[in-house]
């Protein structure tokens, strides 16, 4: 429950920050990248400092490369109003998601 009234939350927050900004992704923003991240520690725990330390830099390396479909998800929502706060937030969603795959696959080979 905390993620998604998080997600609500700072969909509203990024909306309106973009757009006092007049910045369709304002770089000063990261409450996409520590919800996305949040979603990855609920989700691979439990976890020791290794792996989720492994986790982070797995979605730093996702989130700051934007290979696709993380580049996909960036370019979709871009521009002002609802769309755009969705946008910010959703690009940081795929690069979760892209690093979960990766952990996931990891854990297949490796167990």
């Known amino acids: 429950w905390i993620i998604a009234l998080s997600t609500l939350v ?28 949040w979603l990855i520690l609920w989700l691979i725990a439990p976890a020791g400092f290794w792996a989720q330390l492994v986790a982070f830099l797995l979605f730093r390396y996702f989130d700051a490369a934007k ?20 946008g910010i937030i959703f690009d940081d969603f795929v690069a979760a998601f892209c690093t979960l795959l990766v952990i996931a696959l990891w854990r297949y080979v490796a167990g």
């Open 67 to 86: 290979p696709q479909p993380v580049r996909w998800a960036d370019q979709a929502f871009k521009g002002g109003g609802w769309r755009g706060g969705f």
């Open 10 to 37: 700072g969909w509203w927050a990024c909306t309106l920050t973009a757009r006092d900004l007049r910045i369709a992704d304002p770089s000063c923003v990261v409450w996409d990248e520590v919800l996305a991240f």
